[in-house]
């Protein structure tokens, strides 16, 4: 680690010298889409020897080692002219017919944008980024860690932070819907691709041959509708060895709803919706009447509801006000409830999401093809000597130990201070408000009946004497 780590953050020094790159959103994106090409160029090599009469879609003067790995070739204005003028427009419009791998070239570099201007310290940073050697398994291994922290520091970079989820909460999501190998998996809002690398970290134990490993690339699926996230992403699969990462540049919100068909049906979904956000004018038309809305997440929820197989199951990060949420909220809430057995929702405690969001979160547990007859709730504790979660200390994958020891035992009496299950029935009579709170923490926190009409009585007569005291002063005075 420590030699890569010196590879970044020198990249990252010099990046810092140039007046063309603006804050650390656009540090990333610079440097991510020169990781690329990178790593790119060396899965080429690789392909050179593994895939039978390969042709590259890139022009052999494009190619990372006909321009990048030669540290004393072009440098200055002369490089930075090739960038703008040569290498930008051309892998803009790369002919997506040539392969698969031009395709995502061109996804890659459709809205992405060369923002460093110096050609001196452009030329710095490809020759930082050239001693790494993505063919070499543990650097590519070392890398990979890495990149996860770079990701992490999105949260510095404004609004951009809303791409990362905590990977204690996806780690927890993909543990208990457990995915298996010849499973499609689909993330419809992927952002830098927590979910769908997670997804292969825990079936990569279920792969053994090289048709089961295409099995597992032909079934992670990303949909990402915005530049940086998709760059990261697909950057993200390629460093976990997927050749040709299935990530579209897509929103698939714009799609009209009764388009779906049986074919575009998934076996599982994991995803935290983009929440708090509107959609374009119009989007919201795509959707029947009663679905018609332009917060996201509610889109979200009714395609997810559509998307899944008879049978299919899903976890989904939700906020509180989905919940509690009445209108297109609760027909929203009738049709999960009527089409999925939504059996569980996982209460998480402020500051999960810090510093994206102080809002308070769920995470919704439901299978298609079934209605709803209990939902199971259980409120995820802060551990001992823990009032919120921050950048510093955030939530940890441990800490759901408890809520899957629980979810094969959840009947036992030691689980009470955190479970409870509330029957269909009693959701319809509430008209779908979901937003119950834990029943056991209230009884625990209130007194009884009648310590509380002594704590009144002894308040009221308090308050009785500060009156007739107040009265006693204003005489006085007055006299």
């Given at each position: 680690?420590?030699?890569?780590?010196?590879?970044?953050?020198?990249?990252?020094?010099?990046?810092?010298?140039?007046?063309?790159?603006?804050?650390?959103a656009?540090?990333i994106s610079?440097?991510?889409?020169?990781?690329?090409?990178?790593?790119?160029?060396?899965?080429?090599?690789?392909?050179d020897?593994?895939?039978?009469?390969?042709?590259?879609?890139?022009p052999?003067?494009?190619?990372?080692?006909?321009?990048?790995s030669?540290?004393?070739?072009?440098?200055?204005?002369?490089?930075?002219?090739?960038?703008?003028?040569e290498?930008?427009?051309?892998?803009?419009?790369?002919?997506?017919?040539?392969?698969?791998?031009?395709?995502?070239?061109?996804?890659?570099?459709?809205?992405?944008?060369?923002?460093?201007?110096?050609?001196t310290?452009?030329?710095?940073?490809?020759?930082?980024?050239?001693?790494i050697?993505?063919?070499?398994t543990?650097?590519?291994h070392?890398?990979?860690?890495?990149?996860e922290?770079?990701?992490k520091?999105?949260?510095?970079?404004?609004?951009?932070?809303?791409?990362?989820?905590?990977?204690?909460?996806?780690?927890?999501?993909?543990?208990?819907?457990?995915p298996?190998?010849?499973?499609?998996?689909?993330?419809?809002?992927?952002?830098?691709?927590?979910?769908?690398?997670?997804?292969?970290?825990?079936?990569?134990?279920?792969?053994?041959?090289?048709?089961?490993?295409e099995?597992?690339?032909?079934?992670?699926?990303?949909?990402?509708?915005?530049?940086?996230?998709?760059?990261?992403?697909?950057?993200?699969?390629?460093?976990?060895?997927?050749?040709?990462?299935?990530?579209?540049?897509?929103?698939?919100?714009?799609?009209?709803?009764?388009?779906?068909?049986?074919?575009?049906?998934?076996?599982?979904?994991?995803?935290?919706?983009?929440?708090?956000?509107?959609?374009?004018?119009?989007?919201?038309?795509?959707?029947p009447?009663?679905?018609?809305?332009?917060?996201?997440a509610?889109?979200?929820?009714?395609?997810?509801i559509?998307?899944l197989?008879?049978?299919?199951?899903?976890?989904?990060?939700?906020?509180d006000?989905?919940?509690?949420?009445e209108g297109?909220?609760?027909?929203?809430?009738?049709?999960?409830?009527?089409?999925?057995?939504?059996?569980?929702?996982?209460?998480?405690?402020?500051?999960?999401?810090?510093?994206?969001?102080?809002?308070?979160?769920?995470?919704?547990?439901?299978?298609?093809?079934?209605?709803?007859?209990?939902?199971?709730?259980?409120e995820?504790?802060?551990?001992?000597?823990?009032?919120?979660?921050?950048?510093?200390?955030?939530?940890?994958?441990?800490?759901?130990?408890?809520e899957?020891?629980?979810?094969?035992?959840?009947?036992?009496?030691?689980?009470?201070?955190?479970?409870w299950?509330?029957s269909?029935d009693?959701?319809?009579?509430?008209n779908?408000?979901?937003?119950?709170?834990?029943?056991?923490?209230?009884?625990d926190?209130?007194?009884?009946?009648?310590?509380?009409?002594?704590?009144?009585q002894?308040?009221?007569?308090?308050?009785?004497?500060?009156?007739?005291?107040?009265?006693?002063?204003?005489?006085?005075?007055?006299?």
């Amino acid at each position: 680690m420590p030699t890569i780590t010196t590879n970044i953050k020198a990249i990252r020094d010099i990046m810092r010298k140039d007046t063309g790159v603006d804050g650390d959103a656009q540090r990333i994106s610079q440097m991510v889409w020169m990781l690329f090409m990178k790593i790119f160029a060396d899965k080429e090599e690789e392909w050179d020897l593994t895939i039978e009469n390969y042709e590259s879609p890139i022009p052999d003067k494009l190619k990372w080692q006909n321009w990048a790995s030669d540290d004393e070739g072009l440098t200055g204005d002369q490089l930075m002219d090739f960038i703008n003028n040569e290498l930008f427009p051309a892998l803009k419009d790369l002919d997506v017919t040539i392969s698969p791998q031009a395709r995502i070239i061109r996804s890659v570099f459709e809205d992405t944008y060369n923002y460093m201007k110096n050609g001196t310290l452009f030329r710095q940073v490809i020759n930082e980024i050239d001693k790494i050697d993505f063919n070499n398994t543990e650097e590519r291994h070392l890398f990979n860690d890495l990149y996860e922290t770079i990701l992490k520091e999105l949260q510095s970079a404004g609004s951009s932070g809303e791409y990362y989820t905590p990977r204690a909460v996806t780690q927890f999501m993909v543990d208990i819907t457990a995915p298996q190998l010849g499973d499609t998996v689909l993330d419809p809002a992927c952002g830098t691709g927590g979910f769908l690398t997670c997804v292969i970290d825990a079936m990569r134990d279920q792969v053994k041959t090289a048709e089961e490993r295409e099995k597992l690339q032909k079934g992670i699926k990303g949909i990402e509708k915005k530049p940086l996230p998709h760059l990261l992403c697909t950057t993200n699969l390629m460093l976990h060895g997927f050749d040709l990462p299935a990530v579209r540049r897509d929103n698939l919100l714009s799609k009209p709803y009764s388009d779906w068909s049986g074919k575009d049906k998934v076996d599982v979904i994991l995803t935290n919706p983009p929440f708090g956000g509107v959609e374009e004018d119009g989007t919201e038309t795509n959707f029947p009447a009663k679905f018609r809305t332009k917060e996201t997440a509610d889109l979200f929820l009714a395609l997810i509801i559509r998307l899944l197989k008879d049978g299919g199951r899903a976890a989904v990060v939700l906020p509180d006000g989905t919940l509690f949420g009445e209108g297109v909220k609760t027909r929203l809430k009738e049709e999960l409830m009527e089409k999925c057995n939504l059996h569980t929702i996982v209460r998480l405690p402020n500051g999960v999401f810090n510093p994206y969001t102080g809002i308070k979160t769920n995470l919704l547990f439901f299978e298609k093809g079934q209605p709803t007859k209990d939902i199971w709730y259980f409120e995820h504790p802060y551990p001992d000597g823990v009032k919120s979660y921050n950048k510093g200390k955030p939530i940890n994958i441990k800490e759901f130990d408890l809520e899957k020891e629980w979810w094969e035992n959840r009947e036992d009496e030691k689980f009470s201070q955190y479970a409870w299950k509330v029957s269909a029935d009693e959701i319809k009579n509430r008209n779908f408000n979901l937003d119950i709170k834990n029943p056991h923490q209230v009884s625990d926190n209130l007194a009884s009946p009648e310590e509380i009409l002594k704590q009144y009585q002894v308040s009221t007569q308090k308050l009785s004497d500060v009156q007739e005291e107040i009265m006693k002063v204003l005489t006085k005075a007055l006299l």
